[in-house]
């Protein structure tokens, strides 16, 4: 069994950093492709970013050249730098996990193709 804690987030002004933590424990984190998402209030979850096991990234387009992903696998850790946070990136993060496939390196966008889940971490960035 994958648990996943997030960490790191908070109350930012506009134009400010964050960086989010995702602590996996469980299993060694080189087998699984990473990802998170954000829910804003009344909105549905959406994909913001991900990594495979590889290493290969992918973005959502709003948050493309802000955002970087990263992952440390010596340390069963995935990070989310967020840089010039605007008031529309509020929102609960939520990390996920899913099994690799070694025979593919590409990043999941989509939810339901995570298995695992953390509780998530409220973000939220004043204007």
């Known amino acids: 069994q994958v648990q996943l804690v997030e960490s790191g987030g908070g109350l930012v002004q506009a134009g400010g950093s964050l960086r989010l933590s995702c602590a996996v424990s469980g299993r060694t984190l080189d087998m699984y492709d990473m990802g998170w998402f954000r829910q804003a209030p009344g909105k549905e979850r959406e994909f913001a970013a991900g990594?495979?096991?590889?290493?290969?990234?992918d973005y959502a387009d709003y948050v493309k050249g802000r955002f970087t992903i990263s992952r440390d696998n010596a340390k069963n850790t995935v990070y989310l730098q967020m840089n010039s946070l605007k008031p529309e990136d509020t929102a609960v993060y939520y990390c996920?996990?899913?099994?690799?496939?070694?025979?593919?390196?590409?990043?999941?966008?989509?939810?339901?193709?995570?298995?695992?889940w953390g509780r998530g971490t409220q973000v939220t960035v004043s204007s």
């Open positions: 996920a996990a899913d099994r690799a496939s070694p025979l593919y390196s590409h990043v999941n966008t989509k939810s339901d193709e995570y298995a695992y």
């Open positions: 990594i495979s096991w590889s290493g290969v990234t």
